[in-house]
T-cell receptor, first 114, second 114 residues
């Protein structure tokens, strides 16, 4: 089954404790992206990747890191999480970055930073 | 810069009534337009998209949207809604075929009541 898999589904952590949210897709997609969803703000892009070893900042990259060492994986790293990073996070992928294909979304990761 | 405005944050309707969810965008260049739907506790799914051609676009689950360039709008409509249409709906704009510049609106929560 074609899908984008995020883990974990729920995560509670404390300020300053490094964490990684994993994202994997099995569709051989070139484009992958991370979004955060906050009430009343919709989805905002954190980082995106057009292909392996090619990443770039989205609209709200501060406090986040990403890497794209393999085509299928695009982990989101919070080196020193803070409470303002409490949010619902989504990973998404598409065949290319042209906008012609739809984005496939993961089921989301609800992160709480205490 | 591109932006998307969803004019209603919440739209309550009764089952079998028609519904229109409004979306306006701003961009100085040509755009691609999308509607995504998010059911409770799930990721987003593509409902429909406008890339070019006919201004009336039909999507899944009986939804359709009309692109109006002069009014810079892309309103979503359904002639008769069902309880199962209860979800949050996001309008999104992509500038000139670049998926990595996909900008989402803040969302409209459609609640269908019996």
């Amino acid at each position: 089954e074609a899908q984008v898999t995020q883990n974990p589904r729920y995560l509670i952590t404390v300020t300053g404790k490094k964490l990684t949210v994993t994202c994997s897709q099995n569709m051989n997609h070139e484009y992958m992206s991370w979004y955060r969803q906050d009430p009343g703000l919709g989805l905002r892009q954190i980082y995106y990747s057009m292909n392996v070893e090619v990443t770039d900042k989205g609209d709200v990259p501060e406090g986040y890191k990403v890497s794209r060492k393999e085509k299928r994986n695009f982990p989101l790293i919070l080196e020193s999480p803070s409470p303002n990073q409490t949010s619902l996070y989504f990973c998404a992928s598409s065949l290319s970055g042209t906008g012609l294909e739809k984005l496939f979304f993961g089921s989301g990761t609800q992160l709480s930073v205490l | 810069a591109q932006s998307v405005t969803q004019l209603d944050s919440q739209v309550p309707v009764f089952e079998e009534a028609p519904v229109e969810l409004r979306c306006n965008y701003s961009s100085s260049v040509s755009v691609y337009l999308f509607w995504y739907v998010q059911y409770p506790n799930q990721g987003l799914q593509l409902l429909l998209k406008y890339l070019s051609g006919s201004t009336l676009v039909k999507g899944i689950n009986g939804f359709e949207a009309e692109f109006n360039k002069s009014q810079t709008s892309f309103h979503l409509r359904k002639p008769s809604v069902h309880i199962s249409d209860t979800a949050e709906y996001f309008c999104a704009v992509s500038r000139g075929g670049s998926n990595y510049k996909l900008t989402f609106g803040k969302g409209t929560l459609l609640t269908v009541n019996p």
